[in-house]
C-alpha cells in the first residue's frame, strides 16, 4: 500500500477537526454561546446545510452591493494585515452559473478582481472557449477575500471568518450550478475532508443548487494533461444548464 505523506495526514487531520466541529448551519459549535466545544467525531461527509440569514446587526442584505459593504475593510482575520486589496468577485449578479475559487493570487491582490492572472485567463478560456458564454454573464469568486501570504493554503480560521460572505453570495445570486475550483472551495460547498481527486466526478447540492467540483486552473497549468478531466466537468455543467432552462 503507498504510504500517505505525513503532510497530507496532517491537513487531512486539521481539517477534519474543522468540518467535524461545524454545526447545522456550518458555524463551530465551540463559537456559539461561549460553549467549548465536544471532542471531535470521526470523520464524515454530511449534506451541505442550506444557506443560513447571515447579516450585520439584523440588516436585511437585499443586494450584493450591501454585502460589499458589510465586509468593508475587513479586519476578522490575520489576512488583513498583509493584503492589498478585498476581493468580492464580480459578475453578473444574477447568473446561471457561478464558479468558487479558493483564494486570491498576486494579480488579484493588485487589481482587487478575481481570476485575473494566468489562471484566470485559463477561466477565462474555458467560460469562453469551452462553455461558448461571455465571462461577463457568470460569476466569479472565491472562499477566502484576501490573500494568504506566499499563496499559502487558506487556513480554518480564515475560511470561517469569510464563510458568511460567499453563502449570502450564493444566496442572492441563486445559481443553477455552482463549480468548486480546487480543493478547498470544492470541500466548502461539499462539506467534506475529501481530496479534490474524489469529489470530481460528482454532482453535488448545496442549498438546491447543483454543484461540480473541478480542477483549480492554476493546477492546470502544472497538469495540462488534466484538462481533458475539466473539459469533462464542464460537458456536465453544460448538460445541468441545458435541463434547467425554461
Request: net charge positive; glycine share 8%; aromatic share 6%.
Amino acid at each position: 500500500m503507498t504510504k500517505v505523506p505525513d503532510d497530507v495526514l496532517l491537513d487531512l487531520r486539521e481539517r477534519a477537526r474543522y468540518f467535524a466541529e461545524l454545526s447545522d448551519v456550518g458555524v463551530p459549535r465551540s463559537a456559539r454561546a461561549g460553549t467549548q466545544a465536544a471532542p471531535a467525531p470521526a470523520p464524515r461527509t454530511p449534506r451541505p446545510p442550506a444557506a443560513p440569514v447571515l447579516s450585520p446587526e439584523g440588516a436585511e442584505l437585499r443586494d450584493l452591493a450591501a454585502v460589499r459593504d458589510w465586509v468593508g475593510d475587513c479586519q476578522r482575520c490575520k489576512l488583513a494585515g498583509g493584503r492589498k486589496t478585498i476581493v468580492f468577485g464580480q459578475g453578473n449578479p444574477r447568473a446561471r452559473l457561478m464558479f468558487v475559487g479558493e483564494a486570491p493570487g498576486a494579480d488579484e491582490d493588485e487589481q482587487g478582481l478575481a481570476f485575473v492572472g494566468r489562471a484566470g485567463q485559463l477561466l477565462t478560456d474555458i467560460i469562453e472557449k469551452g462553455l461558448k458564454m461571455p465571462r461577463a454573464d457568470v460569476f466569479i469568486a472565491n472562499v477566502l477575500k484576501c490573500r494568504p501570504p506566499q499563496n499559502r493554503n487558506p487556513e480554518p480560521d480564515e475560511i470561517l471568518a469569510c464563510q458568511p460572505f460567499l453563502e449570502k453570495q450564493i444566496a442572492l445570486i441563486r445559481p443553477r450550478v455552482l463549480v468548486g475550483l480546487g480543493k478547498f472551495s470544492a470541500q466548502w460547498l461539499f462539506k467534506s475532508m475529501e481530496p479534490i481527486g474524489r469529489l470530481r466526478g460528482r454532482v453535488g447540492d448545496y442549498d438546491g443548487i447543483k454543484v461540480i467540483p473541478t480542477f483549480h486552473p492554476a493546477f492546470l497549468l502544472r497538469n495540462p494533461s488534466a484538462k481533458k478531466d475539466v473539459w469533462e466537468d464542464m460537458k456536465v455543467v453544460l448538460r445541468l444548464l441545458a435541463e434547467d432552462e425554461p
